[in-house]
């Protein structure tokens, strides 16, 4: 009896595991949640989909086939759509117009484009290509209008981007915030105006030269024993290492971003890493608030 009863706890156990996982893997899919984390002086440092899969409400509609165009009031912006070749990906949701509630620096409504898709990084390069061209004219910006003067090495892991050019109405920026995760087959465009203007770093604060690739970088963090990052095990072997496009300032160094996971696994982060471009200095970010925590060396 006492056997029974103990493969009867495991089977309840296992069950309620499966079910607690497969929940997680529903809420990822279903609300996805649209949160820009603030760059110093250079660069979007993190970036997850919107909030968008929840309840319906009179602003959600069926996506517009074949769309060409994405318009706020009088501004308009080429669409991913006119890029997407066949297979690539397809528009599945569209959101607005609506205006978040308190958001006095919002003057017009805003619209949300959710995309499924598998790739990334060669599909947004095309449309940069587009979209930073003459015809459309955008820029690349972080979240306070700062002109960002390199254009990021974009991987289909994760990622954000932010274009913009002056608004049709004086005074207000119209933007593209982009972000995509490859772990939910997911991309989100919201299309907006904004109160505020485009402005270039000043000359004290322009990113230097950054001596290291990204490769370079990578190649230094997997040479590096797991406690060099205060994380666990005998070897970088044991963890995936994906880096965040862009470069951001701690301290007086411009350092890479990456985002550190247990390999093979596609779960939570382990560790956030920033290295600096001259690989001398390296700092680590609390993975549950967000905040740089300590200098490693």
Same mark, same amino acid.
């Given at each position: ?28 899919? @279903?609300?996805?949640? @649209? ?112 002109? @960002? ?149």
């Amino acid at each position: 009896m006492a056997r029974v009863k103990k493969e009867k706890v495991k089977k309840e156990k296992k069950e309620k595991g499966e079910k607690k996982k497969g929940g997680k893997k529903k809420l990822l899919v @279903l609300f996805l949640g @649209l949160i820009l984390l603030a760059a110093v002086a250079a660069v979007v440092v993190l970036f997850v989909l919107p909030k968008f899969f929840g309840e319906q409400d009179e602003t959600e509609k069926e996506p517009p086939k074949g769309l060409q165009t994405y318009e706020v009031g009088e501004d308009t912006a080429a669409a991913l759509d006119t890029i997407l070749e066949e297979g690539e990906g397809r528009l599945i949701a569209h959101r607005g117009p609506e205006k978040p509630k308190g958001d006095e620096s919002q003057p017009q409504d805003r619209h949300t484009y959710i995309y499924e898709m598998e790739s990334y990084a060669a599909v947004m390069d095309r449309y940069l290509d587009l979209m930073m061209g003459e015809e459309q004219g955008f820029v690349l910006v972080d979240e306070e209008y700062l002109h @960002l003067q390199e254009r990021p090495e974009l991987v289909d892991e994760e990622g954000a981007l932010i274009l913009a050019r002056a608004s049709v109405l004086e005074g207000n920026v119209f933007q593209l915030v982009i972000g995509w995760s490859q772990s939910s087959g997911t991309l989100a465009v919201r299309v907006s105006t904004a109160e505020g203007g485009i402005h270039e770093p000043k000359n004290d604060t322009a990113p230097p030269v950054i001596a290291a690739t990204v490769q370079e970088q990578l190649d230094t963090l997997n040479a590096m024993e797991p406690s060099q990052l205060t994380l666990s095990g005998s070897s970088m072997s044991e963890y995936d290492i994906y880096p965040v496009e862009g470069f951001v300032r701690i301290d007086e160094y411009y350092c890479r971003r990456f985002n550190i996971y247990a390999a093979g696994e596609s779960g939570d982060i382990v560790a956030i890493i920033f290295l600096s471009g001259d690989q001398k200095h390296v700092f680590r970010m609390d993975v549950n608030d967000n905040t740089i925590i300590t200098a490693l060396w």
